[in-house]
T-cell receptor, first 115, second 111 residues
Framework: AQKVTQAQTEISVVEKEDVTLDCVYE???????LFWYKQPPSGELVFLIR??????QNEISGRYSWNFQKSTSSFNFTITASQVVDSAVYFC????????????FGTGTRLQVFP | NAGVTQTPKFRVLKTGQSMTLLCAQD?????MYWYRQDPGMGLRLIHY???????AKGEVPDGYNVSRLKKQNFLLGLESAAPSQTSVYFC??????????FGPGTRLTVL
């Protein structure tokens, strides 16, 4: 069965600190996608990144970076030099390549960045 | 380009009342989804559609019905609302790159 675990319920940091959000997933399939979404206090869900199971290259986008390791079934998200605007709930999600392509979400990690 | 829109943004119902949530997308996506978000539980799939005229059940379909009469619209109905359906409802549509894009959400309270 598919499952996504975000063990960190809440993280608090001070501005300019680096922070890593953990995501561990379970799936029997060899073909799947992993995602991160951001939910700021305003409530909308903002797509951040999609990674397919055959691409283990790490990705960097500005202050954001993602580390995908199939060996440990992890897809961790690091924010470098955090800012107050990074305060949000971050969700990791898994999608197997099926007719549904439904997303299985983790329970989210609330990140609070204090000035 | 509005993306995915949802109507209404907020709603308060009494137990037993009915209502319909409307989701519209202007990206010509085939797949559309309805999720509910509850505290500490992430998002869970209610129903989905793989194209106009098709619908299917997701993880938590009980108490909800859906219709997809037009490709751009996906309606979620509650026939007899219950307090357990108090939640935030999100609609999403899926792009050709298998990425789901979400609407702004509808906050529903059932008293």
């Amino acid at each position: 069965a598919q499952k996504v675990t975000q063990a960190q319920t809440e993280i608090s940091v001070v501005e300019k600190e680096d922070v890593t959000l953990d995501c561990v997933y379970e799936t029997r399939d060899t073909t799947y996608y992993l995602f991160w979404y951001k939910q700021p206090p305003s409530g909308e869900l903002v797509f951040l990144i999609r990674r397919n199971s055959f691409d283990e290259q790490n990705e960097i986008s500005g202050r954001y970076s993602w580390n995908f390791q199939k060996s440990t079934s992890s897809f961790n998200f690091t924010i470098t030099a955090s800012q107050v605007v990074d305060s949000a709930v971050y969700f990791c999600a898994l999608s197997e390549v099926t007719l549904t392509d439904k997303l299985i979400f983790g329970t989210g990690t609330r990140l609070q960045v204090f000035p | 380009n509005a993306g995915v829109t949802q109507t209404p943004k907020f709603r308060v119902l009494k137990t037993g009342q009915s209502m319909t949530l409307l989701c519209a997308q202007d990206m010509n996506h085939e797949y559309m989804y309805w999720y509910r978000q509850d505290p500490g539980m992430g998002l869970r799939l209610i129903h989905y559609s793989v194209g106009e005229g098709t619908t299917a059940k997701g993880e938590v379909p009980d108490g909800y019905n859906v219709s997809r009469l037009k490709k751009q619209n996906f309606l979620l109905g509650l026939e007899s609302a219950a307090p357990s359906q108090t939640s935030v409802y999100f609609c999403a549509s899926r792009s050709s790159t298998d990425t789901q894009y979400f609407g702004p959400g509808t906050r529903l309270t059932v008293l």
